[in-house]
Each structure stands twice: as structure tokens, then as C-alpha cells.
């Protein structure tokens, strides 16, 4: 006998499960591609933006698909990367508006 309860609480447990893979497969294929100083710069940049984080690890991951990437990124490729996407966000435009 299973309640609605059970089901949509057996849903989030397996929902949090293969988010947890998901975040284990990332963390692996980014042991395999960064070095250890360009790991702890991703993760810092993680805690303060999550989003910028995303961006540099798809961007990492489609370098390494397309067979750009040849050994291990530092810590300083890392900021560089990193550097693209914010300016990348302050040169958006500004539309004025009048009256």
C-alpha cells in the first residue's frame, strides 16, 4: 500500500539522487582537466557566482569535446576565462528610453 506522499517524496529522493551523480560526473571530468589550483579558483568562483561558474564549466567541457584543450588548464586560463564572460557582461547595450 503506497500514499501520494510516499510517491512524490520517492520522486525528490530520486530526483536528488541523479543530481548528485550529475554533480560527481563534474567534479570528475573537471579533476581530469584542470589543475589543482584552477579546481580551487573554479570552486571560489562557484561560492560567489553560480552562474559565471556554469558558464566556464560549458565552456571547459566544449573546449575538451572539440579537442582544444591538450593537458591540464591552470589557475591563470581559468581567470581568463572567466574574464571573457564578465566582459562579456558589461558590454551590454543601454537602450534609452523617452518620453
Given at each position: 500500500m503506497t500514499f501520494e506522499g510516499q510517491s512524490d517524496e520517492n520522486t525528490?529522493?530520486?530526483q536528488m539522487r541523479r543530481l548528485r551523480n550529475q554533480e560527481a560526473n563534474i567534479r570528475s571530468a573537471l579533476n581530469a582537466v584542470l589543475d589543482p589550483k584552477a579546481?580551487?579558483?573554479l570552486s571560489l568562483i562557484r561560492m560567489?557566482?553560480?552562474r559565471?561558474?556554469?558558464q566556464i564549466v560549458s565552456y571547459l567541457f566544449s573546449?575538451?569535446?572539440s579537442g582544444k584543450i591538450k593537458g591540464k588548464v591552470n589557475e591563470e586560463q581559468?581567470?581568463?576565462i572567466a574574464s571573457l564572460?564578465?566582459?562579456q557582461k558589461k558590454e551590454g547595450s543601454i537602450t534609452r528610453l523617452s518620453k
Open positions: 525528490q529522493l530520486d579546481l580551487e579558483r560567489s557566482n553560480e559565471l561558474y556554469s573546449l575538451v569535446n581559468v581567470k581568463q564572460f564578465l566582459s
